[in-house]
Every structure is written in C-alpha cells, then in structure tokens.
C-alpha cells in the first residue's frame, strides 16, 4: 500500500492549495481517509476525514477546507482557502481499514509521506 500526498508550497495568508493524495495497493472508497499535519514541536493533529458517510472536520479548518475523494482515480485531495499562518505544517494523508470514523492517529493503518504547507504572513 502506498499514499501519495503531493500539492504543498508556499502561500500567503488569504491564499489557497490543494493537496492530493493518490493510493495504490487499497481503494479509497473502502476505506475511512482522511488528512492531519503536523507543525514543529507539535503532534500530528486531525484535519479533516472522509468516508461513506460523510466528512467532518477540526474546528480549526471547519468552513476553510474541504475534503473529497475521486473513486475512479482513486485519490483523496484537501482543498485549502484562506489559508492562516497557523496552518503551516506538514501535512500527511492516512487510510484505516475500519470504516468508523476517527480523529486519532493511532487508528490509521496507512500514511503517505507528508507535504510540506507554508502560509506567510
């Protein structure tokens, strides 16, 4: 199983991304998904998770970003607008095979490699 997470940069504050993240070896849709990120010196905190329910979100991106899912091309993508420098950080894609949802990492099987996020002010 592989996930790759790709789509991050430099942006100002008030800017948008948006992250992909592409899986082989599992299909998406079976799945729970979703993104955290990590800053320096913190823990891998929640972002934003997907599964045939519905998505939910961290109080901190609520209204901000958006999460979604391409079945046929089998890839996860976070859109981000306006973008805070508080959401600098790196930000990784994880499957669990449960289909619950969750917001703790431990509970995720698979992760991708991360992507680096920066928002200057």
């Known amino acids: 199983v592989q996930l790759q997470a790709s789509g991050g940069g430099l942006v100002q504050a008030g800017g948008s991304l948006r992250l992909s993240c592409a899986a082989s070896?599992?299909?998406?849709?079976?799945?729970?998904s979703a993104w955290f990120r990590q800053a320096p010196g913190r823990g891998r905190e929640f972002v934003a998770a997907?599964?045939?329910?519905?998505?939910s979100y961290a109080d901190s991106v609520k209204g901000r970003f958006t999460i979604s899912r391409d079945n046929a091309q089998n890839t996860q993508y976070l859109q981000m607008n306006s973008l805070k420098p508080e959401d600098t950080a790196v930000y990784y894609c994880?499957?669990?095979?449960?289909?619950?949802?969750?917001?703790?990492?431990?509970?995720?099987?698979?992760w991708g490699r991360g992507t680096q996020v920066t928002v200057s002010s």
């Open positions: 994880a499957a669990r095979t449960s289909s619950l949802k969750s917001s703790t990492p431990n509970n995720y099987n698979y």
């Open positions: 997907i599964n045939w329910s519905g998505e």
């Open positions: 070896g599992l299909t998406f849709s079976n799945y729970h």
